[in-house]
Structures are given as structure tokens and as C-alpha cells.
Nanobody, 127 residues
């Protein structure tokens, strides 16, 4: 089992940058594929980005491609989401997710693929 705690959310202006972090505790962090999702008010939770255990493979939703970057530091048990050129439509609660995977190259993109979730961190982008 792994526990996930997100941090780094806040209120920013359009065009600004922000980095959110997700600290994991429990089983060895390197055993987990990690992902970021977000949920805006009145909308369903949606995939943002995912990263494989090996840190080699990454995948992004089209809406954030070329603006967001996912990374992980297995020594610090932390996954990051660097968000640049933020837009008002990026406003949402951002959730970190993890799933234990024997395959080091797998990137998970669906909500149902993840077993563990954090409590979320609010990101608000004003226009």
C-alpha cells in the first residue's frame, strides 16, 4: 500500500507557472506507475499525465501537451507536475494516483487503472 499527499497548488494568473508535487510513503516508490488527474467543478475527473516506473515513458493529454511536464524522483519518493503557460481552463483540483506495476515501461492513462489516490490540491488560474 502507498499513501499519497499532494502539495503546491494555489492561485495564479493566466500565463504563470506552477509546480505541484506528490509525496508517497509506504512500499518502494519505484514499484509504482504514477499519474496526475484533475477535476473541475461540475466536470468529470480527467487524465492529465502519466509516467512509467522507469521514468522513461511519459504521456500527456492533448490539452496540456507542450505546457505541462511530469517527472519523478524515486530517491525522494515524489512525482512532480510542472505546469507552464497556465490557462483559466486549467483550474481544477489536481489528484495524484499510483498503481503497482511489474512492468517498468507501462504508462497508465485511465482512472480505473489506478488503485491509490491522493486527496488533491486546488489550482486556480485567473484570467
Amino acid at each position: 500500500q502507498v499513501q499519497l499527499v499532494e502539495s503546491g497548488g494555489g492561485l495564479v494568473q493566466a500565463g504563470d507557472s506552477l509546480r505541484v508535487s506528490c509525496a508517497a510513503s509506504g512500499r518502494p516508490f519505484s514499484m509504482y506507475a504514477m499519474g496526475w488527474f484533475r477535476q473541475a467543478p461540475g466536470k468529470e475527473r480527467e487524465f492529465v499525465s502519466g509516467i512509467s516506473r522507469s521514468d522513461v515513458n511519459k504521456y500527456y493529454a492533448d490539452s496540456v501537451k507542450d505546457r505541462f511536464t511530469i517527472s519523478r524522483d524515486n530517491a525522494k519518493n515524489t512525482v512532480y507536475l510542472q505546469m507552464n503557460n497556465l490557462k483559466p481552463e486549467d483550474t481544477a483540483v489536481y489528484y495524484c494516483a499510483a498503481d503497482l506495476r511489474p512492468n517498468a515501461w507501462t504508462v497508465l492513462t485511465s482512472i480505473g487503472s489506478y488503485t491509490y489516490w491522493g486527496q488533491g490540491t486546488q489550482v486556480t488560474v485567473s484570467s
